[in-house]
């Protein structure tokens, strides 16, 4: 069964009172309904909807966007009031949804039957996601209704009725639908002096419950950055390694948590826990303190609801470093349990599998998560030597491998050639798999292999759908849109990479990849406003991805406005930091669009001689003599590129705008068949 992840408007109807029609006249309510489905497939095909599915009086359909479904919605209900009427509420709402050959599945989808099912006759009523994607409409106006708690919804919703020629606008005390009761259970509230006391001996080390009120309703929950309680700031890669871990085995255990991306922005922040689970749409927070003396470490949780902020379930958790992992499958049995979610078999197996660590080995992988994390070159050198160094004590540290695998893969970027950072990939991904089951199905490091090894762009693209149906997150997203790109399908990539920060809104390389795909599909300001949220939010300012795109925004604003490149080589040429590796390549481009070709061609030479640069792709220069318009020597470089098996050259050929020039000459044509990237190959 084929299927596609998308941003969808969905819409549901269903004829009021068909039941009744039934009991009363069987041959009439047949009558109406075909006269429905008559109107029905012919003004949604009018609007370009699609229809998945008809159910007994109802249907649910799909569009592209969320004005051509309310321009439906109307349209339909109009021609529902000739007579002879049929009397049809309609739903919509817009989300993220899994289009399959013959279903629509989605909590989206789930949200627009809740809000159809509010509706009166003659309405549309719409959420309030659609209502912002229709502000720009002036003749589509809408009235708000309120905001109302669905059914088995984790949030209360707003909901707005289209104010439209010939609908019905329904006044508020003729709504139902599937709604919760205002009997919303809520837990005994402590008094100040109690939750001190019990603070107090948590803060001692002591195991510590709430009376018998379970944490009912809780199905998401935000882990907030710990707090470092050793007053050693040298110590915060511990404690952010072990916030990091404990959201991966909460996940990986089936308990929905959102990723540790999302919650670095609430490190140290003044807001209320009703404030931020908002945000996060989430039901609850878990914040936690760790301490560490010696080997010995102590883990003190505390699970905060969002509806009520209430403290309503606390412990401590204490071992040496070595049995770390045994302390995270206490602490994910213990939230699981107190959230009233049933383990799988699976998981609970996996978590049964805890085995001990070398204290000095898990210290150091943990390092070398922080450095990884920082993402420069120079960093990425520092995380493989930790992970080396922890492998060397305990070589059964699967996490450490795990790291390898990651840390050799981003070196294929710039800092060793192409062959030897994926031989080393190779290496440390089989010892991965061969420590954690779970790495032979993972189908996104799969993908990876299928991406950079084998050049298998089919089966690099199933293996990543096959990922995003597994464990729809950011990254996954992100690298399917990376794959699209460099596919030159550039449209698909928009949207996968609009899914990823979809995900989490907080990942920088989730919104620095959606300004890649905007840039490469040809939707400049859209790129730009990216850039600009990554500033305003200051998610890792030295991203050298981030920051190759400003400057190539740059050069395109100046070559459309004045034609002043003089202040973007005036930075270019003071920023020498050595972690930029790619900016001498960049200047060179510059000075080659403007003419400067002594400067241009010094630059070359200047690259070539320079010591410092331990791998330099042959793909990094082309863009300089492309500007130079030495088209020869261009092709000469991507060959050699090619014969890499260049990582740079595997992304940028296909879709980089610095190629056109040589997209005519029967050369590039022939460098996308030998890497399998022309057009009919990826039909």
Not at 234 to 256: F, N, P, R, W
Not at 311 to 321: C, H, K, R, V
Request: glycine share 8%.
């Amino acid at each position: 069964m084929g299927f596609e992840r998308q941003l969808a408007a969905i819409m549901f109807t269903d004829i009021r009172g068909y039941t009744k029609l039934m009991q009363i006249s069987e041959d009439k309510a047949i009558k109406l309904r075909g006269r429905h489905r008559q109107i029905f497939e012919k003004v949604t095909a009018e609007f370009s909807g699609r229809i998945i599915q008809y159910y007994g009086d109802g249907t649910l359909s799909i569009f592209k966007s969320a004005v051509d479904a309310v321009r439906c919605g109307h349209a339909l209900q109009q021609m529902f009031q000739q007579e002879p009427v049929i009397p049809v509420r309609i739903g919509i709402h817009m989300g993220d949804v899994v289009v399959t050959d013959s279903d629509v599945i989605g909590d989206s989808v789930n949200v627009a039957s809740r809000i159809e099912s509010l509706g009166v006759p003659g309405s549309v009523l719409i959420s309030q996601k659609v209502a912002g994607e229709i502000g720009n409409q002036d003749d589509l106006t809408t009235v708000s209704l309120g905001t109302f708690h669905f059914k088995n919804d984790a949030h209360p919703r707003q909901v707005f009725a289209m104010d439209l020629p010939g609908l019905t606008v329904p006044r508020k005390e003729d709504l139902e639908g599937k709604l919760e009761k205002d009997s919303n259970r809520r837990l005994r509230k402590k008094d100040a002096i109690s939750i001190v006391i019990v603070l107090v001996i948590l803060l001692a080390g002591w195991q510590w419950f709430w009376p018998t009120s379970k944490s009912v309703g809780i199905q998401q929950l935000g882990v907030l950055p710990f707090s470092n309680l050793m007053n050693d700031s040298l110590q915060d890669y511990l404690v952010d390694g072990i916030h990091e871990a404990l959201i991966s085995k909460l996940q990986l255990a089936g308990v929905s948590v959102k990723p540790k991306t999302s919650m670095l922005p609430y490190r140290n922040v003044e807001k209320s826990v009703q404030e931020i689970t908002q945000e996060l749409q989430v039901d609850g927070l878990i914040e936690g303190n760790i301490m560490r003396s010696g080997d010995k470490i102590s883990i003190e949780l505390l699970l905060i609801s969002g509806r009520d902020e209430e403290y309503i379930w606390g412990q401590a958790f204490e071992g040496d470093l070595s049995n770390i992992m045994f302390i995270y499958g206490d602490i994910t049995r213990a939230i699981a349990s107190e959230i009233q979610l049933a383990l799988t078999p699976k998981a609970e197996a996996s978590l049964a599998k805890a085995e001990p660590v070398d204290s000095r080995a898990y210290d150091l992988y943990l390092k070398g998560k922080a450095s990884l994390n920082i993402g420069t070159m120079q960093e990425v050198r520092n995380a493989l030597d930790y992970f080396n160094e922890a492998i060397n004590i305990d070589p059964q540290l699967g996490p450490a491998y795990t790291g390898l695998v990651e840390g050799h893969l981003l070196q294929g970027f710039g800092a060793v050639s192409s062959q030897e950072a994926f031989a080393n990939f190779r290496i440390y991904a089989q010892k991965a798999i061969e420590l954690d089951e779970k790495m032979a199905q993972d189908h996104h490091q799969r993908a990876m292999i299928k991406l950079f090894s084998d050049w298998d762009w089919r089966g690099a693209e199933q293996e990543l759908l096959q990922a995003i149906e597994d464990d729809p997150g950011w990254s996954t997203y992100d690298s399917y849109s990376q794959l699209l790109w460099a596919m030159g399908k550039l449209d698909k990539s928009v949207r996968a990479a609009e899914q990823a920060v979809h995900a989490d809104t907080s990942a920088h390389f989730a919104r620095c990849d959606l300004a890649w795909a905007y840039y490469y599909n040809g939707r400049i300001v859209d790129a730009e406003n990216q850039l600009k949220i990554l500033a305003e939010k200051q998610l890792s300012p030295d991203c050298p991805y981030h920051n190759t795109l400003q400057v190539i925004l740059d050069v395109l604003r100046a070559k459309n406005s004045d034609g002043d490149f003089g202040p973007i080589i005036e930075a270019l040429v003071a920023d020498s930091s050595t972690s930029k590796t790619w900016l001498p390549s960049y200047l060179g481009w510059i000075y080659a669009l403007t003419g400067q070709v002594e400067k241009a061609e010094g630059l070359i030479e200047q690259i070539k001689s320079d010591t410092s640069i331990q791998y330099l792709d042959p793909a990094r220069l082309t863009p300089v003599y492309v500007g130079l318009e030495d088209y020869d020597t261009a092709f000469e470089l991507l060959e050699e590129a090619y014969g890499q098996r260049s990582f740079y050259l595997l992304f940028t050929i296909k879709s980089a705008p610095m190629y056109d020039p040589l997209r005519q000459d029967p050369r590039y044509e022939q460098l996308l068949e030998k890497m399998g990237l022309a057009d009919h190959q990826l039909d």
